[in-house]
């Protein structure tokens, strides 16, 4: 599975982005599966920022971009999208999109534990 991620980019502190990632190669048709984001700010641990479970649309958020970001996915293209909104300099960070199956063994949400990885999207918020 690859994945290829864009969108990111300079704003302004409330502004707004949105994040693609699209999945390709030998993908999942026959599981389902999770698509997630996550980030990593210069000098920081790479943390979770959002997921979506494939077949049923269910998402969580980390707490940080609660209300603000939206996690939604086009089945057809095999698309997951972020739509951040109210952006703040804190947001600045390296965007990884993430995929995996879902195994009915896994506990939701799926914070870490991520096997295919994309290439990272740099959004910068100015203040």
């Known amino acids: 599975v690859q994945l290829q991620a864009c969108g990111g980019g300079l704003v302004q502190a409330g502004g707004s982005l949105r994040l693609s990632c699209t999945a390709s190669g030998r993908t999942f048709s026959n599981y389902d599966h999770v698509m997630g984001w996550f980030r990593q700010a210069p000098g920081k641990e790479r943390e979770f920022v959002a997921t979506i479970k494939w077949r049923f649309g269910t998402t969580y958020y980390a707490d940080s971009v609660k209300g603000r970001f939206t996690i939604s996915r086009d089945n057809a293209k095999n698309t997951v999208h972020l739509q951040m909104n109210g952006l703040r300099p804190e947001d600045t960070a390296v965007y990884y999109c993430?995929?995996?199956?879902?195994?009915?063994?896994?506990?939701?949400?799926?914070?870490?534990?991520?096997?295919?990885w994309g290439q990272g999207t740099l959004v910068t918020v100015s203040s």
């Open positions: 993430a995929a995996d199956r879902w195994l009915s063994d896994r506990t939701w949400p799926p914070v870490n534990g991520y096997v295919y």
